[in-house]
């Protein structure tokens, strides 16, 4: 059974920083994984991905306040994230990509206030 597990969100002041963590387990360590955001009433969208490799792909709006990293021994993802913005207020939700499959938690919230 595939289990992703996020923590890390909380309220930050603008201009703070966090860092969110995902723990997946149930799969192999060579997955490819990645972090997204929902915003209230906006769609879902891509933050960065990394491969078990570490190659890492970023949206470009999240390039230069937002870092990906991972640990393959422990099967987990970073998310940090500095210089926050009100806007970057939404629930963080990690992914890890399983063949044809995509598994998800159930997100961490990050509110920033102004």
């Known amino acids: 059974q595939v289990q992703v597990a996020e923590s890390g969100g909380g309220l930050v002041q603008a201009g703070g920083s966090l860092r969110l963590s995902c723990t997946v387990s149930g799969v192999a360590r060579d997955n490819a994984m990645g972090w997204y955001r929902q915003a209230p009433g906006k769609q879902r969208e891509l933050v960065a991905t990394?491969?078990?490799?570490?190659?890492?792909n970023y949206a470009d709006s999240m390039k230069g306040r937002f870092t990906i990293s991972r640990d393959n021994s422990k099967n987990t993802i970073y998310l940090q994230m500095i210089s926050l913005k009100p806007e970057d207020t939404a629930v963080y939700y990690c992914?890890?990509?399983?063949?044809?499959?995509?598994?998800w938690g159930q997100g961490t919230q990050v509110t920033v206030s102004s």
């Open positions: 992914a890890v990509y399983v063949g044809r499959r995509d598994y």
């Open positions: 990394v491969t078990s490799a570490g190659t890492t």
